[in-house]
């Protein structure tokens, strides 16, 4: 029963990432990129945790490929928030950064 409930979830956690990730205009995927890099911060946090628990080894297993994946996902997110935050810098910005 508890596995049932759990794929329910997690299909509807699919199903509701989709329509919304679909919904949302090019100009706000920039803010929302940032609050997901924020989130992915507190998974990354909770994943140390989860890995420098004395349980098992399995846990243990799992908690270093949690870290692995979230520090992953915070460093490429944070990537492609500047990427996409310097396409929108005047040149004359651009140039004066490199001159400094």
């Known amino acids: 029963m508890t596995l049932l409930i759990a794929f329910t979830l997690?299909?509807?956690?699919?199903?509701l990432g989709i329509e919304?990730?679909?919904k949302v205009p090019?100009?706000?995927h920039t803010p929302l990129m940032s609050g997901s890099n924020a989130i992915s911060g507190i998974t990354l946090i909770g994943a140390l945790v989860s890995a420098g628990n004395d349980h098992s080894a399995?846990?243990?297993?799992?908690?270093?490929l949690a870290v692995t994946l979230a520090t992953i996902n915070v460093?490429?997110?944070f990537l492609v928030?500047?990427?996409m935050l310097s396409m929108f810098r005047s040149k004359s910005d651009t140039k004066r950064k490199g001159n400094r």
């Open 20 to 22: 919304l990730i679909s």
């Open 58 to 64: 399995t846990a243990t297993v799992f908690g270093f």
């Open 26 to 28: 090019p100009t706000l």
């Open 75 to 77: 460093v490429g997110g």
């Open 81 to 83: 928030t500047n990427r």
């Open 10 to 15: 997690f299909a509807l956690a699919i199903f």
